[in-house]
């Protein structure tokens, strides 16, 4: 059973533990990181006030739900259980602690990734007798929500619609998808935007220059730091990672300054402080060594899945092929399944492309054969092939909106009889019943078309085919007009 932090809090500071760290880092050697290498830069850069919080301003303004949870010394006030949901690196770990840590209420930290549901009763039992003997009210954290299963979040009603545990809780993942409707409506829904280039500068340059960060023992480039904004995506984790990565690989090699840096003035010939000569300096070179590549908002179990491959069909039903070839890039550098992939290439180039060029569909396939027959990474030149095939081709719904015309109608009842020229009359005692009586071969006819009734007498005024004047489909309504005359007799 994992360990339960428990912790009461009557200051509203963050807490003996986080203040003890930072004075153990601002007392640490020339190096920083060299002693605490089992403590990663991001979690000592964890702001322990709201003050220290880099943006989501839209959620810290006075009076909001976050701030007013903080702010409560005495822990008597009602507050509503909060799941604060966003992109990884955007602050909601953060937030999360800093709000219950600040609150004049016991602090129980769970994580859904260890903790099962005798540990969430444990903690609901704890919480009730806390409130019924002591009159304190008690903040639970949970961290990773969405990885708690219906039976664990089930364990949670009770504390948080009778008021036992107020719930602070954290997900990446879409909450409509991953927390159950019953505990969603008992709690506030609060988004985290991903944070800007702005948010993460300033991230990064308190890193710099903080005692429990790099002590100025660094010199970091522009050039650098902007490298570092463009890696790390809006994720402050990303970028104090490649920080830290970068910092150790200048600290290892020595590097001077670039060409390009302002760092070059001359010493300072007073400074008679002989143990720091010269800093290492973060150059943008080091950084791109110390980072592959930067990281993708992309998780095929959750909401951004959704939102790329959504991008990506109506970018080609767009006709951008650019933007199309963008979104497969993603979904192809995040280790998307190119199977699902190719099966999606497949549904646009019916449902958007259809028969305005009745080839798109011929390559969509053929790309998904190659894809299945040679693998990746060189299946993605022929689904790079069709991608670009259908964005460019000419667009056409009509067959797609068609059969949706028809399957609303038979679901709104519209079926009627099967006439009778038209039904089976293989069997015997088919003709006694007039099954297949008055059939004309079409064949017959000069033209292969004849005037004759298809569909039943319910829909003979409904059209669902309507073809467009795109690319191929533009023949395609010549014909279909001339034929539906002759058919209809009209």
């Known amino acids: ?58 959620l810290l303004g006075k009076g909001s739900p976050l701030v007013s949870l903080a702010t409560d010394k005495t822990g008597e006030q009602g507050s509503v259980s909060i799941i604060l949901w966003g992109p990884p690196g955007t602050g909601k770990t953060t ?52 990885r708690f299963s219906k039976a664990q979040q089930d364990a949670l009603l009770p504390g948080v619609e009778n008021g036992w545990v107020i719930l602070v809780a954290a997900t990446t993942e879409n909450p409509s998808f991953s927390v159950i409707s019953p505990l969603l409506s008992r709690s506030l829904l609060l988004t985290l935007e991903q944070l800007t280039d702005d948010d993460l500068a300033v991230v990064i340059d308190r890193a710099v220059t903080d005692p429990r ?20 995506s809006g994720d402050a984790r990303r970028a104090l990672t490649a920080l830290e990565a970068s910092a150790l690989s200048a600290s290892a090699g020595g590097t001077g300054p670039s060409e390009n840096s302002d760092s070059d003035a001359e010493p300072d010939e007073d400074d008679d402080d002989g143990d720091e000569p010269q800093k290492p300096v973060i150059t943008a070179e080091i950084v791109s060594l110390a980072v592959d590549r930067a990281l993708l908002r992309y998780d095929r179990n959750g909401d951004e899945h959704y939102d790329v491959i959504s991008a990506f ?20 550098e995040a280790g998307e399944d190119p199977r699902f992939i190719a099966r999606r290439v497949i549904i646009s180039a019916s449902e958007d492309i259809g028969l305005a060029d009745p080839q798109a569909l011929v390559i969509a396939v053929a790309a998904a054969d190659a894809v299945q027959f040679i693998g990746m990474p060189e299946g993605r030149i022929p689904l790079a092939q069709a991608v670009v095939y259908l964005a460019t081709a000419p667009k056409s719904p009509a067959s797609y909106l068609g059969i949706d015309r028809a399957i609303a109608d038979v679901r709104a009842g519209k079926i009627g009889r099967v006439p009778k020229p038209i039904r089976d009359a293989h069997y ?13 071969y079409p064949h017959d006819a000069d033209l292969g078309v004849l005037e ?39």
Do not use: C
């Open 1 to 58: 059973m994992p360990t339960v932090n428990v912790k009461r809090r009557n200051d509203g500071t963050a807490g003996g533990t986080t203040s003890g760290a930072a004075s153990t880092i601002a007392s640490m050697n020339p190096q920083p990181g060299l002693r605490t290498g089992a403590t990663p830069l991001a979690v000592r850069m964890r702001p322990t006030s709201l003050d220290e919080v880099t943006g989501q301003r839209h």
């Open 95 to 146: 937030l999360a602690k800093v709000v219950a840590h600040s609150s004049g209420r016991n602090f129980v930290e769970l994580s859904a990734v260890t903790a099962g549901v005798a540990d969430v009763r444990k903690v609901m039992e704890q919480a009730l007798s806390q409130r019924d003997l002591y009159g304190i009210s008690t903040v639970l954290f949970l961290d990773e929500i969405h």
């Open 213 to 232: 960060g790099l002590d100025n023992r660094f010199v970091l480039e522009d050039a650098a730091k902007e490298t570092i904004i463009h890696l790390a």
């Open 313 to 332: 069909i109506k970018s080609i039903r767009g006709s951008d092929a650019d933007a199309a070839l963008h979104y497969l890039a993603r979904m192809i």
């Open 428 to 440: 015997a005692g088919a003709k006694r019943l007039g099954h297949g009586k008055g059939y004309k």
């Open 452 to 490: 004759q009734q298809y569909p039943p007498t319910e829909i003979l005024g409904e059209r669902y085919y309507q073809p467009t004047e795109h690319g191929n489909e533009r023949e395609i309504s010549a014909r279909w007009a001339k034929l539906r005359r002759i058919v209809r007799g009209k």
